[in-house]
């Protein structure tokens, strides 16, 4: 079954749509989710939904491990407002090394064109 890339924003937003009216965000639960992805009818959509809660949970459980060792490194018992801080200033780093390195990746591309490229 082949989809556009509009009626495929079009169906999600419809879902989406259904599923914060039937549930606020803020007292969704992860089963409650699951539920509600389950009972989404178009398979196309299905999948996406799931696609995005699998990645999801590997995030979790990929940060889940970080906060852990990073627990473990600082010396075990560290309050989480501690731990919270370091996690955040990591994510922090992430974006600044993806903007630079994206930023880098512009520049590059300019100057291979013969058009060189001013940052500001």
Do not use: C
Request: glycine share 4%; aromatic share 10%; hydrophobic share 40%.
């Amino acid at each position: 079954m082949k989809i556009t890339r509009k009626k495929l924003r079009q169906l999600i937003n419809e879902e989406m749509e259904a599923i914060t009216e039937a549930v606020p965000p803020e007292y969704l639960t992860y089963e409650e989710a699951r539920k509600m992805i389950n009972n989404v009818k178009d398979p196309a959509v299905k999948e996406i939904l799931r696609e995005g809660q699998i990645q999801e949970e590997a995030l979790f459980s990929a940060l889940d491990q970080y906060v852990m060792v990073l627990d473990e490194e600082m010396g075990y018992d560290v309050p989480w407002e501690q731990l919270k801080a370091e996690v955040l200033n990591f994510v922090d780093g992430y974006f600044v090394d993806t903007t630079q390195a994206a930023d880098d990746y512009a520049r590059e591309k300019e100057y291979a064109a013969g058009r060189p490229w001013e940052h500001n």
